[in-house]
């Protein structure tokens, strides 16, 4: 039973550019979380997708958007990257909105040059 | 302002001796679940525990173990006899109903334990 996948594991991007991250949710999970985490800090929630549509939203700005596919894969895309994007990506994935734990994924670890 | 927080930022300890860590929370919600997650140096989080705010019974798994105190809006996790492998950042997280579940996280304790 595959867990969480994220891809790609490592990044470098340009200011300015745009990124996409992708993930994969554990087998039977039908929601996907996204979460920042800063070197040193907590994951930060950025937003959860359900039924392909955004259902929950943290304090980021409209930079970041993301989308849900029918087989409840997620991409995160981040706009006009900034170096204090550079941070650990990390996707959740769990059962009906997050009624159930959540399960992480290994992140993709994004640098922003 | 914080919801979740994790006074200790540094632990350190040798093997075999038990250590704390401890959590406090803060919400008005009823409806709430409480988490711990493991973060070794390879970054993925590791689901250890889920708690909901109705459960106040202490749980234990193994060398873990979970105090859960809504008196106190406490979440505290003991490593028991404690092992090189035990070294991680350690996470508590807060899930609200009203906020649709998502993971508020502490700013996390890193754990060393030492032969």
């Known amino acids: 039973d595959a867990g969480v996948t994220q891809s790609p594991t490592h990044l470098i991007k340009t200011r300015g550019q745009q990124v996409t991250l992708r993930c994969s949710p554990k087998s039977g999970h039908d929601t996907v979380s996204w979460y920042q985490q800063a070197l040193g800090q907590g994951p930060q929630f950025i937003f959860q997708?359900?039924?392909?549509?955004?259902?929950q939203r943290g304090n980021f700005p409209d930079r970041f958007s993301g989308h849900q596919f029918p087989n409840y894969s997620s991409e995160l895309n981040v706009n006009a990257l900034l170096l204090g994007d550079s941070a650990l990506y990390l996707c959740?994935?769990?059962?009906?909105?997050?009624?159930?734990?959540?399960?992480f994924g290994q992140g993709t670890r994004l640098t922003v040059v | 302002a914080q919801k979740v927080t994790q006074a200790q930022t540094e632990i350190s300890v040798v093997e075999k001796e038990d250590v704390t860590l401890d959590c406090v929370y803060e919400t008005r919600d009823t409806t709430y679940y409480l988490f711990w997650y493991k973060q070794p140096p390879s970054g993925e989080l590791v689901f250890l525990i889920r708690?909901?705010?109705?459960?106040?019974q202490n749980e234990i798994s193994g060398r873990y173990s979970w105090n859960f105190q809504k008196s106190t809006s406490s979440f505290n996790f003991t490593i028991t006899a404690s092992q090189v492998v035990d070294s991680a950042v350690y996470f508590c997280?807060?899930?609200?109903?009203?906020?649709?579940?998502?993971?508020?996280f502490g700013k996390g304790t890193s754990l060393l334990v030492t032969p």
């Open positions: 997280a807060l899930s609200e109903v009203n906020s649709g579940y998502a993971l508020n």
């Open positions: 959740a994935s769990s059962l009906g909105q997050g009624i159930t734990e959540a399960f």
């Open positions: 708690r909901n705010s109705f459960d106040e």
């Open positions: 997708y359900y039924e392909e549509e955004e259902r």
